[in-house]
């Protein structure tokens, strides 16, 4: 699914009318934690992969 300019436009506009311009900034906050905590437990789970490979 590829997103072009004029879509994300659209998906921009639709979030500013939904929370406003005062709440983006503490959504962005919030989505950026979510996306860095996704990816440690990703790495968390690779690593027990490994580890768990080596004992066997």
């Known amino acids: ?8 436009l659209i ?3 639709v979030i500013l009318v ?3 311009g005062a709440k983006l900034p ?3 906050r919030s989505l950026g934690q979510a996306q860095k ?7 968390d789970g690779i690593d027990d992969e490994k580890a768990d490979a080596d004992k066997a």
Do not use: I, Q
């Open 37 to 43: 905590e996704f990816k440690d437990g990703l790495a």
């Open 11 to 13: 998906v921009l506009v």
């Open 26 to 28: 503490k959504l962005a």
């Open 1 to 8: 699914m590829n997103l072009g300019t004029p879509e994300l």
């Open 18 to 20: 939904l929370f406003g």
